[in-house]
């Protein structure tokens, strides 16, 4: 409701009102101006200013507005852990995952090192995915810093695993973007094959979950990421022996 540009714009009294109103939210909603304005200090005019810096023709619409910001707001209900699990074997392990891994386990067991790329909690795993890939005796790392330059003359002989839920990180794509065109091979796990990520990859493999957002953050579970992950290590692994 409040974006960076609106806030930028308020003055020291309208300031005052919009922490008012993030402390307040739900009281707010349903306040007249004049209690607002003696409960912020202000003039009814100032909300007002206030209300227009939002597109809003007066309180009346603000209101309303803030009414149906807080109704998007409202908790979802979470699945349970399990039903993400059994829907990822069910819709998964029925198709050609062992297929997917067994491609993706030659690739790497011919080059000489693995990149590992994620953001958020994709970011969590891949560095999970480095750490366990180097403990099997593929040596592995994670690139953290999403600024990072790549620029190498070995990414020919490397392999990069990317890893996005949805498939449409800006940092992830720009990485990969650079790294195919410096010779890595790229290996995708996303939660589904229509992405842009996946598209642009040598091999993906697809999980295919219900993806859940929790309070504008996207909760979906990363356990068929961690599962994938694991099985590839080992068929690697395999493959090296």
């Known amino acids: ?100 891994i067994k491609e993706a386990a030659k690739l790497i067991a011919e080059i000489d090192h693995v990149i590992f790329i994620g953001s958020g909690s994709s970011g969590i795993v891949a560095e999970y995915g480095a750490r366990y890939f180097s403990s099997l005796g593929k040596f592995s790392l994670y690139i953290k810093d999403p600024f990072l330059q790549l620029h190498s003359k070995h990414h020919d002989k490397s392999v990069t695993i990317a890893l996005s839920v949805s498939g449409e990180n800006y940092f992830t794509i720009e990485h990969l973007n650079q790294l195919k065109q410096e010779g890595s091979t790229i290996i995708s796990i996303t939660n589904n094959t229509r992405s842009t990520i996946a598209k642009i990859s040598d091999v993906n493999i697809a999980y295919y979950v219900t993806e859940e957002i929790y309070e504008k953050a996207n909760i979906t579970t990363q356990v068929p990421v961690v599962y994938i992950l694991e099985s590839l290590a080992r068929e690697v692994h395999r493959q090296q022996s």
């Open 1 to 100: 409701m409040f974006t960076n540009e609106v806030i930028k714009s308020f003055n020291e009294l309208e300031t005052s009102i919009y922490n008012y109103v993030c402390q307040h939210s739900e009281k707010v909603a349903y306040m007249r101006i004049r209690e607002l304005a003696d409960e912020t200090h202000v003039s009814t005019a100032t909300i007002l200013r206030f209300c227009r810096k939002l597109n809003c023709e007066g309180f009346s619409e603000f209101k309303v507005k803030l009414k149906m910001h807080l109704g998007e707001e409202k908790k979802a209900t979470l699945k349970y852990s399990d039903h993400s699990v059994v829907e990822f074997f069910e819709r998964t392990l029925n198709g050609d995952l062992e297929n997917k």
